[in-house]
Antibody, heavy 122, light 107 residues
Framework: QVHLVESGGGVVQPGRSLRLSCVAS????????MHWVRQAPGKGLEWVAV????????YYADSVKGRFTISRDNSKNTLYLQMNSLGAEDTAVYYC???????????????WGQGNLVTVSS | DIRLTQSPSSLSASVGDRVTVTCRAS??????LAWFQQKPGKAPKSLIY???SLQSGVPSRFSGSGSGTDFTLTISSLQPEDFATYYC?????????FGHGTRLDIK
């Protein structure tokens, strides 16, 4: 059974950093691309970043490019999101999601974690 | 970026009703469209991918159709557990984008 569990969220001051983790189980983590998606309170879903199964291909949303870094450790079945220079606009629930490849460069999300709240506030 | 416009933004319906939600893309995305259901305080749940393929375990009352720029999600006979917010998502190109959601309430 696929299981994704995020951790590392909490309250952080503006300008500070935070690292989120997503531990995967129930599938061969090293075979799947993974995404981060976030949802500000009361708002819709916003895609954040993707990393290929081997970590060689990475894309970011413009809103986080240069501040956030997605990475993975396949030996630990863990996905990461390093978030630097956080601002109030980054306050959101952050979800990790597994990606299924349907065509070259095209992946849909089949499983999501339960989410982890990050609050940026002084 | 590809914009996805969902309509309606909210909808009231009764158990047993047939409901349709539409999603229009700002440019052609072939069939690289997915639908998700989200209940308050919960993670999104995958319903449909490739515009019309049902995710494993999703009831057959859910169906999707469309290609290019116009897509629909249909629930053939609403059940109490279907009242939620529904999002479309394109994965044709990066950045991946979502529609703004359709909130489905009990009438």
């Amino acid at each position: 059974q696929v299981h994704l569990v995020e951790s590392g969220g909490g309250v952080v001051q503006p300008g500070r950093s935070l690292r989120l983790s997503c531990v995967a189980s129930g599938f061969t983590f090293s075979s799947f691309a993974m995404h981060w998606v976030r949802q500000a309170p009361g708002k819709g879903l916003e895609w954040v970043a993707v990393i290929s199964y081997d970590g060689n291909i990475i894309y970011y949303a413009d809103s986080v490019k240069g501040r956030f870094t997605i990475s993975r450790d396949n030996s630990k079945n863990t996905l990461y999101l390093q978030m630097n220079s956080l601002g109030a606009e980054d306050t959101a629930v952050y979800y990790c999601a597994r990606a299924i490849k349907t065509a070259p460069g095209r992946y849909y999300f089949d499983y999501w974690g339960q989410g982890n709240l990050v609050t940026v506030s002084s | 970026d590809i914009r996805l416009t969902q309509s309606p933004s909210s909808l009231s319906a009764s158990v047993g009703d047939r409901v349709t939600v539409t999603c229009r893309a700002s440019q052609g995305i072939s069939n690289y469209l997915a639908w998700f259901q989200q209940k308050p305080g919960k993670a999104p749940k995958s319903l449909i991918y490739a515009a019309s393929s049902l995710q494993s375990g999703v009831p057959s009352r859910f169906s999707g159709s469309g290609s290019g720029t116009d897509f629909t999600l249909t629930i053939s006979s609403l059940q109490p557990e279907d009242f939620a917010t529904y999002y479309c998502q394109q994965y044709y190109s990066y950045p991946i984008t979502f529609g703004h959601g359709t909130r489905l309430d009990i009438k």
